[in-house]
């Protein structure tokens, strides 16, 4: 069973900031990496598809890259609406898999 | 536009059964793969199950935890996804989220408390 790891669990950056997130794979899953993002109290969205693709509607301040293991999203300018839980999710033929998520706050 | 919207959520106790609803609407519910996801209190993401559509089968997937306990089915008259829980435990507490597809659209979720 492929595991997916992220980090760091928690993340304090100010606004402006450009924030990073790390998404690692157990094995090779190729491109088949997606990003959500929870904000409290709401159900998640998705941000990224297919490693690097935004979904309709996500600001272009948000972009996703890697392929086999290793997998970021990066936030160019932090806004204070990203305020969120990320999760990287894998998809294959018969199941989803979650990352447990990083926490991004505000300073 | 995609919508779907769950219910059936409640407080029930241990041992006991449920069935969550998923109501779609903006596309065909039996030409879709759905999923349901979870989200205990305070907790992370978990999948549930998937159901194929219709073309590829109908076919459904369960996690470990549930497997045997859960079954997805579809009233395609009503465009409606159902998750049938049984034999709860209270590790089963959660929100229950159905998503189109592999998560471009999510519900709001229905809570599902399992107590004595």
């Known amino acids: 069973e492929i595991v997916l790891t992220q980090s760091p669990a928690t993340l304090s950056m100010s606004p402006g900031e450009r924030v990073v997130l790390s998404c690692r794979a157990s094995q090779s899953i190729s491109y088949y990496l997606s990003w959500f993002q929870q904000r409290p109290g709401q159900a998640p969205r998705l941000l990224i598809y297919?490693?690097?693709k935004r979904a309709p509607g996500i600001p272009a301040r948000f972009s996703g890259s890697g392929s086999g293991t290793d997998f970021t999203l990066t936030i160019s300018s932090l806004e204070p609406e990203d305020i969120a839980v990320y999760y990287c999710?894998?998809?294959?033929?018969?199941?989803?898999?979650f990352g447990g998520g990083t926490t991004v706050q505000i300073q | 536009e995609v919508q779907l919207v769950e219910s059936g959520g409640g407080l029930i106790e241990p041992g006991g059964s449920l069935r969550l609803s998923c109501a779609a609407s903006?596309?065909?519910?039996?030409?879709?793969?759905m999923n349901w996801v979870r989200q205990a209190p305070g907790k992370g993401l978990e999948w549930v199950g998937r159901?194929?559509?219709?073309?590829?089968?109908?076919?459904?997937d369960y996690a470990t935890p549930v497997k045997g306990r859960f079954t997805l089915s579809r009233d395609d008259s009503k465009n409606t996804l159902h998750l049938h829980l049984n034999s709860l435990e209270t590790e089963d507490t959660a929100v229950y989220y159905c998503?189109?597809?592999?998560?471009?659209?999510w519900g709001q979720g229905t809570l599902v408390t399992v107590s004595s």
């Open positions: 903006g596309f065909t519910l039996s030409n879709a793969w």
């Open positions: 159901i194929r559509s219709k073309s590829d089968g109908g076919t459904t």
């Open positions: 999710q894998l998809r294959n033929n018969w199941r989803l898999t």
């Open positions: 297919d490693a690097s």
């Open positions: 998503l189109y597809g592999l998560g471009s659209s």
